[in-house]
């Protein structure tokens, strides 16, 4: 029987392990497929990995990756992939936003053929109109500045086949965003829609501050559309203080020059100093990527590792 393990990240979501637990092992029960359920704890600081560890003991197909500290959502998907080693893995939020109930539907599409099959929302209920918007913003200008097409509405749950897995385990940078990462790769891809739900308890670890973080790793991480922006700016502001210093010069031939001037001074000043500031903290943005990169980092430490009882 083809084998399938099931990767969950989970940081501080023990109000809906249990729960979520419950409703992925139905799922898996109804698949005639050989399950297994990897969670990873990504350094939670409550007691998710009691929980956890409460699961590996109850449920012989469960397994554990509790990581030695919290190293973001991104690093916790890459440690889970890492250890799978069966034919395919589903990578799912453990606060029931994506719903397991779906599986089987990504596993049908894998058994036709497909390497990446990825569940893509059709409604964000229980989110407000500004994130939607933003989100929706962010979707837009990544596929405009970037080659690699990241598919709209689209999270991390999805499917994987074996070769997608070896693919994305040979991508050890530590700029991980991970929706451009699983898109990058190539071979057959696809999408599975299903209605987003609200999340389940809990609150949600991604406050605007750590989303905008994200977008601008997503786009510069994948693209170097921002370096370009500011030769052209560079090369828009050139321009027309050109045509303002002919204007100023004519103006001086024919009518002379008392000390006005000072306000278009300040402006040009200003201006200019504004589209440097930008051009060196877009320059500084890729070297500090090239920085981070350049240390050659582990991704993760994992602090403790429980086996499934039931192996393949
Ligand atoms: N998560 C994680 N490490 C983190 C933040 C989040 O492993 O540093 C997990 C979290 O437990 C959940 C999933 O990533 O299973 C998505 O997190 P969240 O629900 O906060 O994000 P959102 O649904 O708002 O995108
Ligand atoms: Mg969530």
């Given amino acids: 029987m083809p084998q399938l393990t099931v990767v969950v990240p989970a940081y501080n979501e023990s109000d809906v392990l249990m729960v979520f637990h419950r409703r992925l092992s139905k799922v898996l029960d109804s698949l005639s497929l050989d399950c297994d359920v990897l969670y990873v704890d990504d350094g939670s600081k409550d007691d998710t990995w009691s929980i956890i560890e409460k699961l590996v003991a109850d449920d012989p197909r469960t397994g554990a990756i509790k990581l030695s500290r919290n190293f973001g959502k991104e690093a916790a998907m890459t440690a889970g992939l890492d250890h799978v080693t069966a034919d395919a893995a589903v990578v799912i939020d453990s606060d029931l936003q994506d719903p397991p109930e779906l599986i089987p539907a990504l596993v049908e599409q894998w058994r036709a053929g497909f390497d990446v099959v990825y569940a893509t929302r059709s409604a964000r209920e229980g989110e407000t109109g500004f994130k939607r918007f933003t989100a929706a913003a962010f979707y837009r200008s990544m596929n405009q500045l970037s080659d690699t097409a990241i598919p709209r509405d ?97 103006r001086a031939l024919f009518y002379g020059d008392a000390v006005r001037g000072y306000p278009t001074l300040m402006l040009v000043i200003l201006f200019l100093g504004g589209v440097q500031l930008l051009a060196l903290g877009v320059i500084g943005e890729y070297l500090g990527r090239n920085y981070a990169e350049s240390k050659r980092r582990p991704l993760y430490f994992i602090e403790e590792q429980r086996q499934p009882r039931q192996l393949h």
């Fill in 154 to 250: 689209t999270g991390d749950f999805r499917l994987l086949s074996r070769r997608a897995l070896d693919a994305l385990a040979q991508l050890r940078e530590r700029q991980r965003f991970m929706k451009g990462l699983f898109s990058w790769i190539g071979y057959r891809q696809t999408a599975v829609r299903y209605l987003r739900e609200p999340r389940q308890a809990g609150t949600t670890k991604w406050n605007y501050w750590r989303l905008a973080q994200l977008a601008i790793e997503g786009i510069t991480s994948f693209s170097t559309a921002p370096l370009r922006l500011a030769t052209w700016v560079g090369i828009a502001s050139a321009g027309l203080a050109f045509v303002y210093g002919f204007i100023v010069l004519i």
